[in-house]
């Protein structure tokens, strides 16, 4: 199956910091996602997209499925953003995600 | 918003023991799923479910595990004998279409002791 890697595994930031998240997958794919896991457990879908740039508040992403990237940035960090950010990619033809391990973000007061 | 509802929250069974995990999809999404989070590790896929049928499983979905939509709401995992190495956070979800946003619902943290 498709292998998604996720960089860096850990990443510590002062509040009003912005930081960039990246995920690289092995395979062409249809379907990438990024979700946040927030320290109560819940998995919040923050964005659905295979190509393109997508922008949501403070957070922003970019898949380049040619070279078989995405990158998630967050702008003006605050400490509700800590959490686990989980990269997922499905291939063509196939509706499951493999998730990465994620990045583990700590945005400190 | 609509949301992904699961029950129960928690869930202490004793080893050998059948659970039922139970899930209420989004109304209008056609897709359901189960996935697991072994604590501390990454979120595994384990069952698919579209037009009244399983689409794709992984290896971990063996004959132990099984899916049902009793009803037109509900969407059920049953896992039959537990092990101690079923012990984990498990996730329902749905989406609108194969290749739309994934929703999850708030888990069932399934221990077995």
């Known amino acids: 199956g498709i292998q998604v890697e996720q960089s860096p595994p850990d990443l510590i930031l002062q509040e009003g910091a912005n930081s960039t998240l990246r995920c690289n997958f092995s395979?062409?794919?249809?379907?990438l996602q990024w979700f946040h896991q927030n320290p109560w457990g819940q998995l919040i879908n923050l964005f659905y997209i295979p190509s393109g740039t997508k922008q949501n508040g403070r957070l922003s992403a970019t898949t380049v499925a040619t070279e078989r990237y995405s990158l998630l940035y967050i702008s003006s960090s605050q400490t509700t953003d800590s959490g686990v950010y989980f990269c997922?990619?499905?291939?063509?033809?196939?509706?499951?995600?493999?998730f990465g391990a994620g990045t583990t973000v700590t945005v400190r007061a | 918003e609509p949301e992904v509802t699961q029950t129960p929250s928690h869930q202490v069974t004793q080893m050998g023991q059948e659970v039922i995990l139970r899930c209420v999809p989004i109304?209008?999404?056609?897709?359901f799923y189960w996935y697991r989070q072994i604590l501390g590790q990454k979120v595994e896929f384990l069952v698919s479910?579209?037009?009244?049928?399983?689409?794709?499983k992984s290896e971990i979905f063996d004959d132990q595990f099984s899916v049902e939509r009793p009803d037109g709401s509900n969407f059920t995992l049953k896992i039959r004998s537990t092990k101690l190495e079923d012990s984990a956070m498990y996730f329902c979800?749905?989406?609108?279409?194969?290749?739309?946003?994934?929703?999850f619902g708030n888990g069932t943290r399934l221990t077995v002791t």
């Open positions: 979800a749905s989406s609108e279409q194969g290749y739309s946003p994934l929703h």
């Open positions: 479910f579209y037009n009244n049928e399983i689409s794709e």
């Open positions: 395979d062409s794919v249809n379907n």
């Open positions: 109304s209008n999404h056609l897709y």
């Open positions: 997922a990619a499905g291939l063509a033809g196939d509706y499951k995600l493999s």
